[in-house]
């Protein structure tokens, strides 16, 4: 496995790479500024994270049908044309806010179908990775993915509200060229980026779709790794949410909660850059055991405090060792899956781990109305126990070896 300076040499990745890091820290930006333009407009705290939720709706909305076409279409033509969908609609922000004309309709319809395209350019993308990046390089790929995230939400919120304060439409203006990057860099790519031919005479969209999530369904790996990583996402999500609350009602001012987020920015570019050398030095099963137990030991203080300092501490934890684990689970999931499934495969574990987000802060809220702070991170903490428990009692993920080992399990 190459390491990231190694990696540079594969110029079709680092295009690609560059061009979304760019993007990634202009989609930041607008996504820090939506919710803040919503409230200044309607003045309503619902109003504000209903726009703001517009976005997740519209890619949950588009990944499962997404994934069917990235493997039908060109995946160069689905990123350009997913780009560009999002440089016309910020662009139509910038205008707006340039003619002191932005709306909520406005901001929601846009909200709504750059989600829509998200959902297709990340399937596309991830597939594009696949064909771009060599199987054995897939766990160094997938970590500079990861560092390229934490990066763009450790730097995005705050540039994105300096933009903000200088006038309400350079974000979007800002996010726009960064769409116009994705475009160009994606452009850029030599290698051919068509879909596979299928073994198999395609059937309707629909019987694609349903192929893609038995596939997932069916195989004991996939199951277990795609369900508990969704139960994870919800049950340490609400508990943050829940957290969040808590140091709200203690009077912290969000200036001192944000150092938690800050802290949790630097832990996941610092886990991410450890990354490979952890996927190659540890057996991919054992390591996703590890991270899924890291989820638990760092809320248990939680409990009984809730302070920035505590909290900031779980999470840099928690980040430190979640690029690893996100990057080795993938990238084998990427390394075993045929290559005419890549794109529904991707989408469907995209679709289940994505579409109980919104669920979070409702459970959350609704265990601190009923049980107050410290019994409400408890019950979430015990339920992380739970999701780890299955991870480490599942013998198809802890008998994943090495990534030097994963053409062995593939060929069996």
Same mark, same amino acid.
């Given at each position: 496995?190459?390491?990231?300076?190694?990696?540079?040499?594969?110029?079709?990745?680092?295009?690609?790479?560059? %061009?979304?890091?760019?993007?990634?820290?202009?989609?930041?930006?607008?996504?820090?500024?939506?919710?803040?333009?919503?409230?200044?407009?309607?003045?309503?705290?619902?109003?504000?994270?209903?726009?703001?939720?517009?976005?997740? /709706?519209?890619?949950? #909305?588009?990944?499962?049908? #997404?994934?069917?076409? @990235?493997?039908?279409?060109?995946?160069?033509?689905? !990123?350009?044309?997913?780009?560009?969908?999002?440089?016309? $609609?910020? %662009? *139509?922000?910038?205008?707006? &806010?340039?003619?002191?004309?932005?709306?909520?309709?406005?901001?929601?319809?846009?909200?709504?179908?750059?989600?829509?395209?998200?959902?297709?350019?990340?399937?596309?993308?991830?597939?594009?990775?696949?064909?771009?990046?060599?199987?054995?390089? =897939?766990?160094?790929?997938?970590?500079?993915?990861?560092?390229?995230?934490? @990066?763009?939400?450790?730097?995005?919120?705050?540039?994105?509200?300096?933009?903000?304060?200088?006038?309400?439409?350079?974000?979007?203006?800002?996010?726009?060229?960064? /769409?116009?990057?994705?475009?160009?860099?994606?452009?850029?790519?030599?290698?051919?980026?068509?879909?596979?031919?299928?073994?198999?005479?395609? %059937?309707?969209?629909?019987?694609?779709?349903?192929?893609?999530?038995?596939?997932?369904?069916?195989?004991?790996?996939?199951?277990? *790794?795609?369900?508990? &990583?969704?139960?994870?996402?919800?049950? @340490?999500?609400?508990?943050? /949410?829940?957290?969040? $609350?808590?140091?709200?009602?203690?009077? /912290?001012?969000?200036?001192?909660? &944000?150092?938690?987020?800050?802290?949790?920015?630097?832990?996941?570019?610092?886990?991410?850059?450890?990354?490979?050398?952890?996927?190659?030095?540890?057996?991919?099963?054992? =390591?996703?055991?590890?991270? *899924?137990?890291?989820?638990?030991?760092?809320?248990?203080?939680?409990?009984?405090?809730?302070?920035?300092?505590?909290? &900031?501490?779980? $999470?840099?934890?928690?980040?430190?060792?979640?690029?690893?684990?996100?990057?080795?689970?993938?990238?084998?999931? !990427?390394?075993?899956?045929?290559?005419? =499934?890549?794109?529904?495969?991707?989408?469907?574990?995209?679709?289940?781990?994505?579409?109980?987000?919104? =669920?979070?802060?409702?459970?959350?809220?609704?265990?601190?109305?009923?049980?107050?702070?410290?019994? #409400?991170?408890?019950? $979430?903490?015990?339920?992380?126990?739970?999701?780890?428990? @299955?991870?480490?009692?599942?013998?198809?993920?802890?008998?994943?070896?090495?990534?030097?080992?994963?053409?062995?399990?593939?060929?069996?």
């Amino acid at each position: 496995m190459t390491g990231f300076k190694e990696l540079s040499r594969n110029r079709d990745f680092t295009t690609l790479w560059v %061009g979304e890091t760019v993007n990634e820290l202009g989609s930041r930006m607008s996504m820090f500024v939506f919710p803040l333009l919503a409230y200044t407009i309607s003045g309503s705290a619902l109003i504000a994270a209903l726009v703001e939720g517009t976005f997740l /709706f519209g890619l949950i #909305a588009t990944l499962l049908p #997404a994934g069917a076409l @990235v493997d039908r279409l060109n995946r160069r033509a689905l !990123m350009i044309g997913a780009s560009a969908t999002g440089l016309v $609609l910020y %662009g *139509s922000l910038a205008v707006a &806010g340039i003619l002191w004309h932005l709306t909520i309709p406005h901001l929601a319809i846009v909200g709504l179908l750059a989600g829509a395209a998200a959902g297709i350019f990340e399937p596309a993308q991830m597939s594009a990775i696949r064909t771009v990046v060599a199987a054995e390089d =897939l766990p160094t790929a997938l970590s500079q993915n990861q560092a390229r995230q934490h @990066v763009a939400s450790l730097v995005g919120a705050p540039l994105g509200g300096l933009l903000y304060a200088f006038a309400r439409w350079v974000p979007f203006a800002a996010d726009a060229v960064s /769409f116009a990057v994705s475009c160009f860099t994606v452009s850029r790519i030599r290698t051919d980026l068509s879909a596979k031919p299928s073994s198999q005479p395609r %059937g309707r969209m629909r019987a694609d779709i349903a192929e893609g999530i038995r596939y997932v369904m069916a195989r004991p790996f996939f199951r277990v *790794s795609v369900l508990s &990583g969704s139960f994870a996402n919800l049950t @340490v999500n609400a508990l943050f /949410f829940v957290v969040l $609350l808590r140091m709200l009602d203690a009077g /912290f001012q969000p200036s001192q909660i &944000g150092l938690a987020e800050t802290a949790a920015g630097i832990g996941g570019i610092l886990g991410a850059v450890a990354a490979p050398r952890l996927i190659n030095a540890v057996p991919t099963g054992r =390591l996703a055991v590890l991270i *899924s137990w890291s989820l638990v030991l760092p809320v248990l203080p939680l409990i009984v405090w809730a302070n920035p300092f505590a909290v &900031g501490a779980a $999470l840099f934890a928690i980040l430190l060792l979640n690029p690893a684990g996100n990057a080795g689970m993938g990238s084998y999931r !990427m390394a075993i899956t045929p290559d005419e =499934l890549q794109g529904r495969v991707a989408s469907a574990a995209q679709f289940l781990a994505m579409s109980v987000m919104p =669920l979070a802060p409702l459970l959350g809220g609704l265990l601190l109305d009923r049980l107050g702070g410290p019994r #409400a991170v408890l019950v $979430l903490a015990v339920a992380t126990v739970a999701g780890a428990l @299955v991870i480490t009692c599942s013998r198809s993920v802890r008998s994943i070896p090495r990534p030097a080992e994963w053409a062995r399990v593939e060929a069996a």
